[in-house]
């Protein structure tokens, strides 16, 4: 988990993160809504892929990114237990 905590780190991954809610995107779209090169905003995914909280599926060109809604859960309990004490 120590990885999706880095991951989280940065706010434009967590933009990305909160686009991803909604619905599943394309890598164009996602970049569409910042304005960050491509290769950084390819870069962001990687980082969050890398740390288990989104997914990717590939399908012919194209590359599919959705949110791992079990990491994202696990992350939200952590977060929860630790705003009780």
């Known amino acids: 988990m120590r990885d999706a905590w880095s991951a989280l780190a940065d ?3 967590r933009e ?3 686009l991803l809610k909604s619905r599943p995107h394309t890598a164009g779209e996602i970049a569409d809504q910042f304005s960050l090169s491509a290769a950084t905003v390819s870069h962001h995914l990687s980082v969050l892929k890398e740390s288990g909280l989104i997914n990717s599926n590939k399908r012919a060109q194209t590359i599919i990114y959705s949110l ?3 990491a994202v859960k696990e992350i939200s309990s952590a977060v929860s237990v630790w705003s009780k004490k």
Request: charged content about 10%; glycine content about 12%.
């Open 68 to 70: 791992n809604s079990a």
């Open 11 to 13: 706010g434009t991954r």
């Open 16 to 18: 990305i993160l909160t």
